[in-house]
């Protein structure tokens, strides 16, 4: 059992982290909350299901094609109908749950609501201590670890990084510096939706595909944001695997576990609001920053 605990508990968090960054990303740069983020990652699970199923492709290319269509498809959401009401919070917060509730109707009409899947990339098992461990969920935590590391490349040892950070922390300082502010958010959303695709792509073939799959990630995503800290990429990163065991020790520890993800998730979100609003590596809440 605590084998499986580690292994479920590190894929999960893997998962959860490569979400929480990119919800982080663009609320940090642009103050955006943006509900539809696992809506992306829903996108791009049908889309990987359409190229390989309808089209006969390679399931390497779909997951390709897949991320690189549904940035572009972010990009373009974010140009027609967040950007013109960015500046209004609320309105991007009611805005992005429409935009949410929007893909799933369009994957319904499209898919139905019926059960979906997709083969896995590489067959196969090893046991360890006893438990069976597949190939293809060693695949996945690995890609997840390269992305997650490429990120943290990118955003650290980069000068674009340099400027998605600096427009996080203040954004009329680093206008004031030369940046171009409006320019690093779209970058910014881009490397979000990005990130939630590519999240799609490689637990797709892990998990069923669905209209409705976007909204377990979104609850427990929120709860890991809200306990790293808004904004806080490192505190994404954290609370991700703290969640991921978490989940874990619910799913083998209680029965019916499974079915208390949700509300876990959501009692340890209101838990931190309780004490610590600003989370584990959030800066405290001010009027303005």
């Known amino acids: 059992m605590a084998v499986n605990i580690l292994i479920s508990g590190l894929i999960s968090g893997s998962m959860y982290a490569l979400l929480a960054i990119g919800f982080s990303l663009i609320f940090g740069v642009a103050r955006i909350v943006n509900i539809a983020h696992t809506g992306f990652y829903m996108l791009a699970a049908y889309c990987?299901?359409?190229?390989?199923?309808?089209?006969?492709?390679?399931?390497?290319?779909?997951?390709?094609?897949?991320?690189?269509?549904?940035?572009?498809?972010g990009l373009i959401v974010y140009m027609l109908f967040i950007k013109p009401i960015r500046e209004h919070e609320a309105a991007v917060l009611i805005g992005t749950i429409?935009?949410?509730?929007?893909?799933?109707?369009?994957?319904?009409?499209?898919?139905?609501?019926?059960?979906?899947?997709?083969?896995?990339?590489?067959g196969g098992y090893f046991v360890l201590l006893g438990v069976k461990v597949f190939y293809q969920q060693l695949l996945t935590f690995i890609v997840v670890l390269l992305a997650l590391a490429a990120i943290w490349i990118l955003l650290m040892k980069t000068r674009?990084?340099?400027?998605?950070?600096?427009?996080?922390?203040?954004?009329?300082?680093?206008?004031l510096m030369g940046m171009n502010e409006s320019r690093v958010t779209m970058i910014a959303m881009g490397i979000s939706v990005g990130l939630a695709a590519l999240t799609g792509a490689v637990v797709v073939p892990l998990t069923i595909v669905s209209p409705f799959m976007w909204t377990d990630p979104l609850i427990i995503m929120m709860a890991v944001v809200v306990l790293g800290g808004l904004g806080s990429i490192k505190g994404s990163f954290v609370g991700a695997y703290m969640m991921g065991f978490a989940e874990a020790l619910v799913v083998f520890l209680i029965?019916?576990?499974?079915?208390l993800k949700g509300p876990v998730a959501l009692s340890v979100m209101i838990l931190v609001l309780l004490i610590r609003p600003e989370g584990l590596?959030?800066?405290?809440?001010?009027?303005?920053?």
């Open 281 to 289: 590596f959030g800066v405290a809440f001010e009027e303005e920053r």
């Open 255 to 259: 029965p019916k576990g499974a079915f």
């Open 98 to 122: 429409a935009l949410a509730i929007a893909m799933q109707e369009v994957m319904l009409l499209l898919f139905g609501g019926s059960f979906r899947s997709v083969p896995s990339l590489i």
């Open 48 to 73: 990987i299901f359409f190229i390989t199923e309808k089209m006969g492709l390679n399931p390497v290319t779909a997951m390709v094609a897949a991320v690189i269509l549904v940035t572009l498809m």
């Open 160 to 175: 674009l990084g340099l400027a998605v950070r600096s427009t996080a922390e203040d954004r009329e300082v680093a206008n």
